[in-house]
């Protein structure tokens, strides 16, 4: 009896010690809550978990301990429903506000009869374990949405770089597949470049990484894909032991991001290309008047040893090669102001049917003989207020593309022709003012060009011929030279159909055009005084001496104070001005209104060599002004004079 009573009591003393040791130390937590979810017991190692010691729990009120109420509404329910749970996930709080993510085992108590007294059960801590698979989750993702940039390519493949996934892009590269299609082909299957295998074998081998950026690839068979340009990755995935399993490729197409570098390049050329152009053009115009002071001297002193020696002259043929190569250099120095666009614009009307037969007969020495020109001029007068010389070098200029766009030769087309601009053209075309236009159409059966080209010829700089042969402003100067004459120009060619370029000049109406006059004639002698001021000596004296030549009085003066001063002195007998534009102290502007307010019927010849914008003269030509360029040409200034000296002043 008793006995066997202590024995028992003692063996439950020991198993509940036992039972105890256990309670203590396992790492599950136990607990007991009365019906109405107060605790009554719970292991002492929830210390551990939640910051709380066992004494502190016991008697309070589970639903305290929940992070999220609806936990606690969900296990209930559970609970409820089940008698018994397992591994029910619920959050809890802990002491100092920390979440501790618990998996719970419970089952309902009840007592004798049957009436639920609440409920026991285990709580496990899975807290690392709900971070371990959150960040999983989160990798995860970030892989995903790193598999699907649109603009980069990623295929992920094993050892043997066969496909186990790739991404929509990638698959999008090889139209029409999709991912699906590649699981499982071998990469060097369908894209047998031996070269590259050699590069992937190297990172299964190594186990290192390789990048390659911007590597040209062009596809096998499908050279109408051209070259692309490629950034590459290579990436070795490996297992835990470190072993490569397979690779992660990585792809991105760089060809446009290459194409906008190498066209940034472009423009960084072009612009030091236009600032040298630039450089060279302000070089140009400033040379160009102190070297046309020295051709007038030059040509002037000529043409006087010419007028001397007579037909006859043993020597006249010297003079005739210096005044011919003066001329030469004469024109040099127009085509670099020409080029550096300081080019004083000298329009007068003029038949565009002579200009047109003068650049032709130029065209056949300069043009290879396998292009056959032909011209067509208009059946009548085509009278423009132009340049001549600027008209010239527009042909010239069309011209010499047509001959580049025709290697192989051809046929260079230049026609003149009469155009009434009404307001159908104007719509049709979208430029124009109605009027009465002369058409000069330049055009070739040469290579032609694509819309690309088309749209930028006439940007300066512009070109498609490699380094040396094109300097891309042939069509910049022709297109100036348009707008100069308040012209319009356009072009139409087609790759491999030939260029046609139509140029569209206002007919001048009013005018009639200058006869021409005999190239030998020396005109007409005279007996008036001339106030010549130029600041140039040796032009001054050059100047003076073919007037008296020509039986003129000169006055010299050699700065614009001292031609007031002269003036002042030989007022009554002076009857023409010859001033230099640009001189010391007073410009021939400035003499000039001077003198006018004085004298307002005084006639003036200005002399201009290269002249800035600000230098223009600014009094109304045509009431006894006229204007002489630098080089003077001595026949040029004489017939000038006479002109103005012939006119009656009103
Ligand atoms: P450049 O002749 O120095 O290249 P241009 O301004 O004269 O410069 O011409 C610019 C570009 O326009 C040329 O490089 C060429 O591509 C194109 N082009 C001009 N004229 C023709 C033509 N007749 N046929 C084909 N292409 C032409
Ligand atoms: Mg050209």
Redesign the pocket.
């Given at each position: 009896g008793i006995v066997r009573q202590m024995v028992a009591q003692e063996a439950l003393q020991l198993s509940e010690s036992k039972y105890r040791k256990i309670f203590e130390n396992v790492q599950d937590v136990f607990f007991q809550t009365d019906v109405n979810g107060i605790f009554t017991d719970i292991s002492p190692s929830i210390l551990r978990y939640s910051g709380y010691r066992r004494e502190e729990l016991i008697g309070t009120p589970v639903v305290q301990y929940y992070w999220d109420p609806q936990d606690r509404t969900g296990f209930v329910t559970a609970l409820q429903q089940k008698k018994e749970i397992a591994d029910f996930e619920i959050r809890m709080k802990a002491r100092h506000g920390g979440l501790v993510h618990a998996s719970v085992n419970a089952h309902l108590l009840y007592d004798a009869a049957g009436i639920p007294t609440g409920v026991e059960g285990s709580i496990r801590d899975i807290t690392e374990r709900k971070h371990a698979e959150e960040a999983l989750r989160n990798t995860n993702e970030l892989l995903e949405r790193v598999f699907s940039v649109g603009h980069i390519q990623i295929a992920y493949m094993d050892r043997d770089f066969n496909f186990i996934r790739v991404n929509d892009a990638y698959a999008a590269s090889t139209e029409g597949r999709s991912p699906e299609y590649f699981i499982g082909k071998n990469h060097f299957a369908l894209y047998p470049y031996k070269e590259n295998e050699r590069i992937f074998r190297s990172v299964i081998e190594s186990g290192e990484p390789y990048h390659a950026y911007n590597r040209a690839f062009e596809y096998a068979g499908r050279p109408e894909r051209g070259i692309s340009y490629w950034d590459w990755t290579l990436l070795p995935v490996k297992a835990a032991d470190k072993s490569v399993q397979g690779l992660v490729m990585i792809l991105q197409d760089v060809t446009e991001r290459r194409r906008s570098a190498e066209e940034k390049e472009k423009l960084e050329h072009q612009l030091r290309q236009a600032q040298k152009m630039e450089a060279i053009g302000q070089l140009a115009g400033g040379i160009a008047h102190d070297f046309n002071n020295i051709l007038s001297t030059i040509i002037g002193y000529g043409s006087i040893l010419q007028m001397k020696m007579g037909k006859a002259d043993p020597l006249r043929v010297n003079a005739d090669y210096l005044i011919e190569a003066a001329n030469r250099a004469a024109h040099l120095t127009r085509s670099l102001l020409a080029f550096s666009r300081k080019q004083v614009m000298n329009p007068r009307p003029v038949d565009l049917n002579g200009i047109m037969t003068n650049v032709e007969q130029f065209l056949r020495r300069i043009i290879g003989e396998d292009i056959e020109i032909r011209t067509r001029t208009a059946g009548g007068e085509l009278i423009i207020n132009a340049d001549t010389g600027q008209i010239e070098q527009v042909l010239m200029?069309?011209a010499?593309?047509?001959r580049?766009?025709?290697p192989k030769g051809g046929v260079l087309g230049i026609e003149a022709g009469l155009l009434r601009m009404d307001e159908e053209f104007i719509k049709a075309h979208g430029y124009g003012e109605v009027g009465d236009y002369a058409v000069i159409s330049?055009s070739?059966s040469?290579?032609?060009?694509d819309g690309e080209?088309?749209k930028?010829?006439?940007?300066?700089?512009?070109?498609?011929?490699e380094l040396g042969?094109?300097?891309?402003?042939?069509?910049?100067?022709?297109y100036g030279i348009v707008q100069q004459h308040h012209g319009f120009i356009n072009?139409y060619?087609e790759p491999g159909s030939?260029?046609t370029?139509r140029i569209y000049l206002p007919i001048e109406h009013a005018a009639v055009p200058e006869a021409p006059v005999p190239e030998s004639a020396y005109p007409a002698r005279g007996n008036e005084t001339i106030l010549l001021a130029e600041d140039d000596e040796t032009l001054r004296t050059m100047t003076s001496t073919i007037l008296q030549e020509f039986g003129y009085t000169v006055i010299a003066a050699v700065d614009g104070d001292d031609a007031l001063l002269q003036f002042r002195e030989n007022e009554d007998r002076i009857q023409l001005l010859m001033l230099d534009m640009i001189m010391p102290k007073r410009t021939g502007n400035e003499v000039y209104e001077e003198i006018v307010r004085r004298r307002p019927d005084m006639k003036a010849i200005f002399i201009s060599g290269y002249t800035p914008e600000r230098m223009r003269i600014r009094t109304v030509a045509g009431q006894g002004i006229a204007e002489i360029q630098k080089p003077i040409l001595p026949k040029d200034l004489l017939r000038k004079i006479r002109e103005l000296l012939d006119t009656k002043s009103i």
């Open positions: 200029n069309l010499t593309n047509a580049d766009a025709m330049v070739d040469g290579m032609g060009m080209t088309r930028r010829i006439f940007e300066p700089f512009f070109t498609t011929k042969r094109g300097t891309g402003l042939g069509l910049a100067i022709v072009v060619s030939g260029t370029f």
